[in-house]
């Protein structure tokens, strides 16, 4: 079973490095390797040539944003399964591929999603927040909630069927995705119970709350055009829950 994993990114010199040695050092090896570069002009470019050979296929042009340059990943990949893996994240040990694999190998389901660690931007030891999807229910999208996207991996056949990421949202076109996938399409899924990516803070869904008012009319806007009926009141009552996490950490 083949499987792809795209990275995409953008003036970011200072983190490439750590996502691209995270997905070399899988003891998988039926990886795909695919980088998706938006022009770099800060070094981004000349550290990803370094690899090679060892970078299946890589692409530094122009792009109309963040869920147009991974549609042009996906669109690029071959592997059976998909897997995306932002610049700044990195997998949290050598051996998270070869389990994914499995899981999809022993439970025959469309999609698999794990849990993620929030850390600190310069202390990839130092956890933040630990982002647990184990009670993830596709019902639970009404509120806000959903897997954490860079734990999500689905059979390629599943973006050609179903569709790729909507490039008209700013934030949350990832959110759209799982709800058309998982709630309005219902493609099967397993939960993988383990943490198998580290993801930087930081990242423009993650601060500021003009980011979180765009974020959560997002998500509004993906329930509805998804039949799945929510309002204000339902998505922001996730934030208590957030809070007690934060408090218990």
Known sequence: MNISIITVVWNNKDTIRDAIESVLSQTYKNIEYIIIDGASTDGTVEIIKCYGNE???????????LYDAMNKGIK??????IGILNSDD??????????????????????????L???????????????????FHPDKFAYGWMPAHPTFFVK???YKK???FKTDYKIAADYELLVRFLKKY???YYYLNEIIVKMRTGGVSTSGLKSNYILN??????????????????????????????IKK
């Open 162 to 164: 179903y569709g790729y």
């Open 90 to 115: 990195v997998y949290i040990n050598n051996q998270v591929i070869e389990k994914v694999v499995k899981v999809f190998q022993e439970k025959k389901v469309d999609s698999v999603y794990a849990d």
């Open 217 to 246: 009319k997002e998500i509004i806007q993906a329930c509805k055009e998804n039949g799945v009926s929510t309002n204000w009141i339902k998505v922001l009552s996730k934030y208590p829950t957030k809070l007690m996490g934060l």
């Open 156 to 158: 390629r056949e599943m």
């Open 117 to 135: 660690v929030y850390v600190r931007p310069d202390a990839l030891e130092n956890v933040v927040r630990h982002y647990d999807s184990s009670h």
């Open 186 to 188: 219902k493609i099967s």
């Open 55 to 65: 970078i299946s296929k890589f692409i530094s042009e122009p792009d109309n944003g």
């Open 76 to 81: 690029l990949a071959t592997g059976d399964i």
